[in-house]
């Protein structure tokens, strides 16, 4: 049983790889060169070399659901305050991709989503403006504090947040056992719609690798990370490290009431999964459109039980009530 | 039957009951008189008493022993008859059963009539309604935004809700619309519109007297001069010049006069004294003011006949249960009104709820009606019409809206594909604080998914034979109840009831069969809402191999 497991999620990371949609990444890489070039243009002089940042950055993407973040550094004398640095590139962005994209101010970053292409595609980036603590230190120590937009998220009252984008990649380097549960916790938390931030599960993953020692195969790692998060993420004085910003404690991002939620949620999904293995399929479920195993009948892509022959008989997965 | 040499038997050994002076049975009943004596009494206390036939069972819900002293009126718990209120345990063996009654006529006069003790719950006072005509009537009111002051008086609008049987009479049944003062200043009740708009078919008059209209505060008065001192004559007068407008036309007609009182924290009560015109109790006397007769009108020592009135706010009509109050308050959409959409729709305005709009493009036809909420004496009609019928008779304090039947079979999917009416749609939606999707239509969960919506949205759905509901709260819908259905069900599509004459084949399951699983599920949501709990989906699970077991699964 834990073998059709470990062979089950094997498959499930298989479908969500990047390189099925390596058309669509080039898309995505080439509009990201386009938006650093522009932005190096118009802030030459005033900015650091932007990077790469995000779940690309750290080999954790998954194909179903992500975007390209470009970190920007800012120079320390670029702008009077870290707001102005926001509202300026958000004012440039806006008015260069206006007609092509729609474009958002977030949490502490920019979104451009441009439109639909010929093949329906809409490309996302995020663009995070950052400025260094002291000036010319950027170089050396990578450090950066970005604006948090007030209207956004839990820092309400903070008008700005110290991070490390450098930091957050390197933390996650060489971490290959660490990062296929990242991307199953992803798979997990974008299939069933979860609210938690990738960041948060990340660390979480990082830390439970950290502090237990996990082994065996796919499932038990996963299984052993999932107990970790429920035996620790509600407890009092847990602590979850930004390796960004060792002050900042990302667990706190969740109030009380969330992080008994999440620790009863892994309950939940252990004993499902645990009493029946196919309950694996409904908490990492594999992404139909590169599952060479989906011979569901209507294309819907989930393996539908039996197949539907006459077109005046229900299917097997009718509802009822109504 | 009863046999007296028992009753003898077990209440001559009573050691506080001093002396029998009296036991006696007719063809029925047994009489007797007994004197009471025990430490705490000055004296003797008398009581007749009286065991009816079926002693020691009970019948329409009281004691078949009555004791009595009419001396004892004042005290609590003591009915106009004397009759002492006791409600004692229950107990089929006669011997058992008297000494638990005799003991519990000591206990009252410790209680009441030694320590005159006070009850904190406060009783309504005891009214014996009259019949005019071979006819009750009853008048149901409920809160007004007013503050009624002692001497106030004017109009009352009536609206007549039903007629019908009680205690084996006719009776009229009144709903009260409003009050109007005697400035002419109008206070609507707090029904709903449906109520607000029922037509308006009789007036009556009110006056606020502020005290219990009531002797000892309990026994609601015998006869109209009894109420001499609280009513201002200027109400007389307007009694009097009702009347004598309408002797000619309207002679015997019954006009209800509410008296209005404070009960418990400034809540105020009506109790209504029916009046016919043509023999209205009012008097003309003259008396002297500066040496000159001037008319006094007056109340007479005719015998008030009381009607019936029932307080039926929000607060009384809720009163023995409702869902929690972040449901009850919400703004809710039911979507889909067959089986489970109706049941839920009426379980919420049971539950108290205020706001429940519907929405179906569905038919009901008589096939429907025995695993649903619908009637069969309304024939053919659509859903939504009669279920907003139906939901409105169950509750007067619910507003139901319906939604146009294209919106969501039609508008939404047609425009679902661009983002900006994606985003009018949400909008539009976002304004109920939830949404039952009832409606089984994938398509529809679907573009609800897609709408992203800020407001609570609850899937329901159930499998053929009703073994399994799934309810899945947004949002996690979509991927949820796919999969379920999909991969992890054992939904039985080939034994499907197919009903002639059409090929639309149909679940199999009985009204109990499908109420169990949505009163359950209504349990769960009202508990998750209640504590605050997170909206974890969750699947109700029936097994009815041998004994029939209902299980809640959460994921």
Same mark, same amino acid.
């Given at each position: 049983?834990?073998?059709?497991?470990?062979?089950?999620?094997?498959?499930?990371?298989?479908?969500?790889?990047?390189?099925?949609?390596?058309?669509?990444?080039?898309?995505?890489?080439?509009?990201?060169?386009?938006?650093?070039?522009?932005?190096?243009?118009?802030?030459?002089?005033?900015?650091?070399?932007?990077?790469?940042?995000?779940?690309?950055?750290?080999?954790?993407?998954?194909?179903?659901?992500?975007?390209?973040?470009?970190?920007?550094?800012?120079?320390?004398?670029?702008?009077?305050?870290?707001?102005?640095?926001?509202?300026?590139?958000?004012?440039?962005?806006?008015?260069?991709?206006?007609?092509?994209?729609?474009?958002?101010?977030?949490?502490?970053?920019?979104?451009?989503?441009?439109?639909?292409?010929?093949?329906?595609?809409?490309?996302?980036?995020?663009?995070?403006?950052?400025?260094?603590?002291?000036?010319?230190?950027?170089?050396?120590?990578?450090?950066?504090?970005?604006?948090?937009?007030?209207?956004?998220?839990?820092?309400?009252?903070?008008?700005?947040?110290?991070?490390?984008?450098?930091?957050?990649?390197?933390?996650?380097?060489?971490?290959?056992?660490?990062?296929?549960?990242?991307?199953?916790?992803?798979?997990?938390?974008?299939?069933?719609?979860?609210?938690?931030?990738?960041?948060?599960?990340?660390?979480?993953?990082?830390?439970?690798?950290?502090?237990?020692?996990?082994?065996?195969?796919?499932?038990?790692?996963?299984?052993?990370?999932?107990?970790?998060?429920?035996?620790?993420?509600?407890?009092?004085?847990?602590?979850?490290?930004?390796?960004?910003?060792?002050?900042?404690?990302?667990?706190?991002?969740?109030?009380?009431?969330?992080?008994?939620?999440?620790?009863?949620?892994?309950?939940?999904?252990?004993?499902?999964?645990?009493?029946?293995?196919?309950?694996?399929?409904?908490?990492?479920?594999?992404?139909?459109?590169?599952?060479?195993?989906?011979?569901?009948s209507n294309?819907s892509?989930?393996?539908i039980?039996g197949t539907t022959?006459?077109?005046?008989i229900p299917p097997n997965n009718q509802r009822?009530?109504? | 039957? $009863?046999?007296?040499?028992?009753?003898?038997?077990?209440?001559?050994?009573?050691?506080?009951?001093?002396?029998?002076?009296?036991?006696?049975?007719?063809?029925?009943?047994?009489?007797?008189?007994?004197?009471?004596?025990?430490?705490?009494?000055?004296?003797?206390?008398?009581?007749?008493?009286?065991?009816?036939?079926?002693?020691?069972?009970?019948?329409?819900?009281?004691?078949?022993?009555?004791?009595?002293?009419?001396?004892?009126?004042?005290?609590?718990?003591?009915?106009?008859?004397?009759?002492?209120?006791?409600?004692?345990?229950? /107990?089929?063996?006669?011997?058992?059963?008297?000494?638990?009654? @005799?003991?519990?006529?000591?206990?009252?006069?410790?209680?009441?009539?030694?320590?005159?003790?006070?009850?904190?719950?406060?009783?309504?006072?005891?009214?014996?309604?009259?019949?005019?005509?071979?006819?009750?009537?009853?008048?149901? =009111?409920?809160?007004?935004?007013?503050?009624?002051?002692?001497?106030?008086?004017?109009?009352?609008?009536?609206?007549?809700?039903?007629?019908?049987?009680?205690?084996?009479?006719?009776?009229?049944?009144? %709903?009260?619309?409003?009050?109007?003062?005697?400035?002419?200043?109008?206070?609507?009740?707090?029904?709903?519109?449906?109520?607000?708009?029922?037509?308006?078919?009789?007036?009556?008059?009110?006056?606020?007297?502020?005290?219990?209209?009531?002797?000892?505060?309990?026994?609601?008065?015998?006869?109209?001069?009894? %109420?001499?001192?609280?009513?201002?004559?200027?109400?007389?007068?307007?009694?009097?010049?009702?009347?004598?407008? /309408?002797?000619?036309?309207?002679?015997?007609?019954?006009?209800?006069?509410?008296?209005?009182?404070?009960?418990?924290?400034?809540?105020?009560?009506?109790?209504?004294?029916?009046?016919?015109?043509?023999?209205?109790?009012?008097?003309?006397?003259?008396?002297?003011?500066?040496?000159?007769?001037?008319?006094?009108?007056? $109340?007479?020592?005719?015998?008030?006949?009381?009607?019936?009135?029932?307080?039926?706010?929000?607060?009384? =009509? =809720?009163?023995?249960?409702?869902?929690?109050?972040?449901?009850?308050?919400?703004?809710?959409?039911?979507?889909?009104?067959?089986?489970?959409?109706?049941?839920?729709?009426?379980?919420?305005?049971?539950?108290?709820?205020?706001?429940?709009?519907?929405?179906?493009?569905?038919?009901?036809?008589?096939?429907?009606?025995?695993?649903?909420?619908?009637?069969?004496?309304?024939?053919?009609?659509?859903?939504?019409?009669?279920?907003?019928?139906?939901?409105?008779?169950?509750?007067?304090?619910?507003?139901? /809206?319906?939604?146009?039947?294209?919106?969501?079979?039609?508008?939404?999917?047609?425009?679902?594909?661009?983002?900006?009416?994606?985003?009018?749609?949400?909008?539009?939606?976002?304004?109920?604080?939830?949404?039952?999707?009832?409606?089984?239509?994938n398509?529809?969960?679907?573009?609800?998914?897609?709408?992203?919506?800020?407001?609570?949205?609850?899937?329901?759905?159930?499998?053929?034979?009703?073994?399994? $509901?799934?309810?899945?709260?947004?949002?996690?819908?979509?991927?949820?109840?796919?999969?379920?259905f999909e991969?992890? $069900?054992?939904n039985?599509i080939?034994?499907?009831?197919?009903?002639?004459?059409?090929?639309?084949?149909?679940?199999?399951?009985?009204?109990?069969?499908?109420?169990?699983?949505?009163?359950?599920?209504?349990?769960?949501?009202?508990?998750?809402?209640?504590?605050?709990?997170?909206?974890?989906?969750?699947?109700?699970?029936?097994?009815?191999?041998?004994? @029939?077991?209902?299980?809640?699964?959460?994921?």
């Amino acid at each position: 049983m834990e073998e059709t497991k470990q062979a089950y999620l094997q498959e499930v990371l298989e479908t969500y790889r990047m390189s099925h949609i390596e058309d669509l990444v080039n898309k995505y890489k080439s509009r990201r060169d386009e938006v650093k070039e522009v932005l190096e243009e118009k802030y030459t002089g005033d900015i650091y070399s932007p990077i790469n940042s995000g779940s690309f950055a750290k080999h954790t993407a998954i194909n179903s659901k992500f975007d390209l973040d470009i970190a920007v550094p800012f120079k320390r004398d670029s702008f009077k305050t870290i707001e102005k640095m926001f509202d300026d590139v958000f004012g440039f962005l806006n008015a260069k991709y206006k007609d092509k994209a729609t474009i958002r101010k977030q949490k502490v970053s920019i979104g451009i989503e441009f439109f639909a292409d010929k093949d329906g595609d809409n490309i996302s980036l995020d663009i995070v403006p950052g400025r260094e603590l002291n000036k010319e230190q950027y170089p050396d120590d990578k450090n950066m504090n970005l604006y948090v937009n007030s209207k956004y998220g839990v820092i309400e009252k903070k008008t700005y947040i110290q991070t490390n984008i450098q930091a957050q990649i390197d933390h996650i380097k060489a971490k290959e056992n660490e990062r296929k549960i990242i991307r199953l916790l992803k798979i997990w938390k974008t299939s069933n719609s979860e609210k938690y931030k990738s960041f948060l599960l990340e660390l979480l993953a990082i830390k439970a690798f950290e502090k237990e020692s996990i082994s065996g195969n796919l499932w038990e790692k996963l299984k052993a990370v999932m107990q970790y998060i429920q035996n620790n993420v509600a407890k009092e004085g847990f602590t979850l490290k930004d390796p960004g910003n060792s002050n900042n404690n990302v667990v706190e991002t969740l109030e009380t009431w969330e992080r008994d939620n999440l620790s009863s949620k892994m309950k939940i999904i252990i004993n499902h999964i645990e009493k029946n293995d196919d309950k694996i399929k409904l908490y990492f479920p594999k992404n139909s459109e590169f599952d060479d195993n989906d011979h569901s009948s209507n294309g819907s892509g989930y393996g539908i039980k039996g197949t539907t022959i006459a077109s005046s008989i229900p299917p097997n997965n009718q509802r009822f009530g109504n | 039957m $009863l046999d007296i040499g028992v009753i003898k038997g077990v209440i001559s050994k009573i050691p506080y009951i001093k002396k029998v002076i009296s036991l006696k049975k007719d063809e029925f009943f047994i009489y007797g008189k007994i004197e009471i004596l025990f430490e705490g009494l000055e004296k003797p206390l008398s009581f007749k008493f009286q065991i009816f036939p079926q002693y020691p069972l009970k019948s329409y819900d009281s004691e078949s022993i009555r004791f009595i002293n009419k001396d004892l009126l004042k005290y609590n718990h003591v009915m106009k008859d004397g009759s002492i209120c006791i409600h004692t345990s229950y /107990n089929t063996n006669i011997r058992k059963k008297l000494l638990i009654d @005799f003991n519990s006529l000591k206990s009252w006069i410790e209680k009441y009539y030694i320590n005159n003790d006070e009850d904190k719950k406060y009783e309504h006072i005891i009214v014996s309604p009259s019949l005019i005509h071979n006819k009750y009537y009853s008048y149901i =009111f409920t809160d007004v935004d007013y503050k009624f002051k002692k001497g106030d008086y004017g109009e009352v609008k009536l609206s007549l809700l039903a007629n019908g049987i009680y205690k084996e009479a006719n009776i009229a049944n009144y %709903l009260v619309k409003s009050f109007s003062t005697q400035n002419g200043e109008k206070t609507e009740c707090y029904w709903n519109k449906m109520y607000k708009k029922n037509p308006l078919t009789d007036n009556g008059f009110y006056v606020f007297i502020e005290k219990h209209p009531a002797e000892y505060n309990k026994f609601a008065f015998k006869k109209f001069n009894k %109420l001499e001192t609280y009513i201002p004559s200027a109400f007389l007068d307007l009694l009097h010049k009702f009347e004598k407008y /309408n002797l000619k036309n309207s002679k015997d007609i019954i006009v209800p006069m509410f008296i209005g009182y404070t009960t418990v924290e400034s809540e105020i009560h009506w109790q209504v004294a029916l009046l016919e015109i043509g023999n209205f109790p009012i008097k003309e006397e003259y008396e002297k003011k500066d040496k000159i007769l001037v008319p006094i009108r007056k $109340l007479t020592d005719q015998d008030i006949k009381w009607a019936i009135t029932r307080n039926a706010s929000y607060k009384y =009509f =809720f009163g023995r249960g409702t869902l929690v109050t972040k449901i009850t308050n919400a703004k809710i959409l039911v979507i889909g009104v067959g089986a489970i959409g109706s049941m839920i729709a009426k379980v919420l305005v049971k539950g108290g709820c205020r706001f429940v709009d519907i929405a179906d493009y569905d038919i009901k036809e008589p096939e429907n009606i025995c695993r649903s909420e619908y009637l069969f004496n309304t024939g053919i009609t659509d859903k939504v019409y009669e279920l907003q019928q139906i939901l409105l008779t169950n509750s007067p304090f619910v507003e139901i /809206n319906i939604f146009k039947k294209e919106y969501f079979e039609e508008i939404i999917k047609i425009f679902s594909t661009d983002l900006r009416d994606r985003e009018h749609f949400a909008s539009k939606l976002n304004e109920y604080d939830i949404i039952f999707d009832c409606t089984t239509d994938n398509d529809l969960m679907y573009v609800l998914n897609l709408l992203e919506l800020n407001c609570d949205l609850i899937n329901l759905s159930i499998t053929n034979h009703a073994k399994e $509901l799934v309810c899945a709260f947004s949002p996690n819908i979509d991927h949820f109840v796919n999969t379920q259905f999909e991969k992890l $069900l054992d939904n039985d599509i080939d034994d499907l009831y197919e009903p002639i004459g059409c090929w639309s084949p149909t679940f199999k399951a009985s009204y109990a069969d499908i109420s169990v699983l949505v009163q359950m599920a209504m349990k769960q949501i009202n508990l998750i809402y209640e504590k605050n709990k997170a909206r974890n989906n969750f699947i109700i699970r029936t097994e009815d191999d041998n004994v @029939f077991t209902v299980r809640i699964e959460e994921y």
